[in-house]
């Protein structure tokens, strides 16, 4: 899954059609081919996609590492539809820690309005009403 989120990453961030100004001075460095440039100044790789689309900026190192990270950290994922109205004690398949997320009808909830910690019970301090959405992220 992971693999596949990169390749799509990286497969939308070569398509982007926008074009950007090269840069230029001495800080610019053309690569081994003519198509490939890296500004020394900001990091920053470029390519040259032709003469109608010009030069793009390409995600730098540290963009593609955080949005790597931030797919690694979560360990687990589970997702659940309230089936009732005040439905509150909620069964999770792994242990609740004090670094789950919780995704209320796709609002992040503070920890103070659940509790659980150390158990596979989730308890919603909140009216929840049926067809509510559960996002829950560790």
Avoid at 33 to 50: E, M, Q, R, V
Avoid at 61 to 69: C, E, G, I, K, N
Avoid at 79 to 103: G, R
Wanted: charged share 15%; no cysteine; proline share 2%.
């Amino acid at each position: 899954m992971k693999k596949l989120l990169f390749i799509l990453f990286v497969s939308l961030s070569l398509s982007l059609s926008a074009q950007d100004t090269k840069p230029t001075g001495a800080d610019f460095k053309q690569i081994t081919t003519h198509a490939w440039g890296y500004n020394t100044l900001d990091s920053i790789p470029w390519l040259y996609k032709g003469a109608t689309y010009g030069w793009t900026k390409i995600a730098t190192h540290r963009q593609l590492q955080h949005v790597l990270d931030s797919i690694a950290n979560v360990t687990s994922y589970f997702e659940y539809e309230i089936t009732t109205n005040n439905e509150n004690d909620i069964a999770i398949p792994f242990i609740l820690t004090d670094q789950t997320t919780v995704i209320f009808n796709g609002s992040a909830i503070k920890q103070t309005l659940w509790s659980g910690e150390g158990t596979t019970t989730l308890n919603i301090s909140l009216q929840t009403l049926k067809y509510d959405n559960l996002i829950l992220k560790q």
